[in-house]
């Protein structure tokens, strides 16, 4: 979605809503208005990139009529084919088996009253990436993971979920993978000692993969201000030199450089993750606060949110998908460690900053801090199709602390209104050398009027949807018992 900073009073989210939805860019979706009460379909996300033989679970709100139903479809076949895919009653949408010609397919979802009435998402079809496949130890990084527990059993089907196994770290003379708490501790449900596979279990039907590590700390989501754990590395089974796949300067494995650099306003950043591999942008805006969306258990359990101060938001739909939360995020053109990628929406994806999670996860008994494991300073070969998405726009420290001063003094009013989902500093768009209050506003809700300036900082408003924990799903039949379906640990 682009955003602008505005000359007046924003308009009531009633009059942006019809422009686009959630979750990775704007979207389609046809709509009708009369007086005061509108009719419209969306679907979110609103693309998406699905591996061959994989699912993509996608969602319907229709507003403004009583039947909600919907009748899906992929490029106009009810239900779709096995060349372009299928989907289900339920909006599950599985890749065919080959790339169909063009790569990508539309997905729609009609109304079963007013057929005319469509929502529609994009879906482009790719080959995996290595990043989602078994690897041999010892393995590499920015690979797909999780806990073997994260699983939930619900009838006939097993919905499991995974993420990434972001990069490796040591502390007190042991080597621990890091990635995010939602991930290696199932958010906050886990018991020390899980096991931790490789592969994730929803690029292994749903089945325990080799098991890489055991789960030995996490920072608890609610009180610790980040989404991060730590699991012991067993012996030989993670490249020791912290080794993180398309992480070179030619796109080839590469460990990120062993020193730290903080986040700025436009600053170039990469990541190499489970769902969309090797990604490039630019930071969006920093210093924010922002509330994301968990679940206690893998499609089901209690919903919960948390809010973050202080994070990093890295612009652009495409930087990361459902499945990428884990990812080490660092500076593209040094490869030094930036952010801990936890969530994301249509509009951008958060991270923690990458010094904040070390410190949460220090050694309770020493007090040692864990350091990530790395090399020298190195480039990171960004693909064409995104590192076009970098904003080279770069703010002064002075204009960044003089708007940070004003968000800190006006966020909690701000994030008081239910519509506002997030708050950082950014760069202004009329201005661009000029800082500007950042919010993200949920295009589902109805916002209070937000003035064009606060305390002489410009403001700049993202129509976007909630901030979600980006792990991703995979929907088997339950075949066996769960204690034989998830047995194969090695």
């Known amino acids: 979605m682009k955003s602008k900073s505005r000359r007046g009073l924003v308009l009531p989210l009633g009059s942006i809503v019809l422009i686009c939805f959630w979750l990775t860019s704007c979207g389609g979706g046809s709509s009708h208005s009369s007086s005061s009460v509108s009719t419209a379909v969306h679907v979110s996300p609103s693309t998406a990139i699905v591996a061959t033989g994989t699912t993509q679970q996608f969602t319907v709100t229709v507003t403004g009529i009583t039947n909600t139903t919907v009748n899906w479809s992929v490029n106009g076949t009810a239900g779709g084919n096995s060349t372009v895919g299928t989907i289900s009653a339920s909006g599950l949408y599985t890749a065919p088996s080959s790339i169909p010609n063009p790569a990508t397919v539309q997905v729609t979802a009609a109304d079963q009253a007013s057929p005319s009435l469509t929502g529609s998402a994009s879906v482009t079809v790719i080959n995996p990436p290595d990043n989602q496949k078994a690897q041999p130890f010892p393995i590499k990084l920015g690979t797909t993971g999780g806990n073997v527990n994260d699983f939930t059993i619900k009838g006939s089907i097993i919905t499991c979920c995974s993420g990434t196994l972001g990069s490796l770290v040591s502390r007190g003379g042991a080597e621990f993978i890091l990635s995010n708490n ?134 652009g739909g495409s930087f990361s998908a459902a499945g990428d939360s884990g990812s080490l995020i660092v500076d593209s053109q040094t490869a030094q460690p930036v952010a801990l ?71 909690v009013r701000l994030m008081s209104d239910p519509a506002v989902v997030g708050v950082g500093v950014g760069a202004s768009d009329d201005n661009p050398g000029e800082a500007a209050l950042v919010l993200y506003v949920d295009r589902e809700k109805t916002h209070a009027p937000i003035p064009v300036q606060i305390d002489s900082v410009r ?24 204690e034989e379906a998830l047995s194969d640990d090695v």
Do not use: W
């Open 182 to 315: 939602h991930v290696l501790a199932r958010s906050d449900q886990a018991k020390p000692g899980e096991a931790i596979s490789q592969p994730g279990l929803v690029d292994n039907r749903c089945k325990a993969g080799n098991t890489v590590a055991h789960l030995t700390q996490a920072a608890p989501l609610k009180t610790s201000g980040v989404d991060a754990a730590l699991a012991a590395v067993v012996s030989g089974a993670v490249d020791s030199s912290g080794t993180i796949l398309d992480l070179g300067t030619n796109q080839d494995p590469a460990p990120p450089a062993g020193t730290l650099a903080t986040a700025a306003m436009g600053m170039a950043v990469a990541k190499s993750g489970r769902s969309s591999g090797l990604t490039c942008s630019s930071v969006q805006t920093i210093n924010t606060s922002v509330r994301i969306d968990y679940q206690t258990s893998c499609n089901g359990g209690t919903t919960f949110t948390v809010t973050f101060n202080n994070q990093v938001v890295v612009g």
């Open 459 to 482: 403001t700049k408003i993202i129509v976007t949807d909630r901030f979600h924990a980006t792990s991703t799903q995979e929907q088997v039949a339950n075949m066996s018992p769960p």
């Open 341 to 411: 990628l936890y969530g994301g929406n249509s509009t951008g994806t958060v991270g923690n900053p990458i010094q904040a999670v070390l410190t949460a996860l220090k050694d309770p008994s020493s007090g040692a801090v864990p350091a990530v494991v790395g090399g020298p300073q190195h480039s990171v070969a960004c693909p064409a199709s995104s590192a076009a998405q970098a904003n080279s726009v770069m703010l002064s420290e002075q204009e960044v602390q003089r708007a940070t001063a004003v968000k800190l003094r006006h966020e």
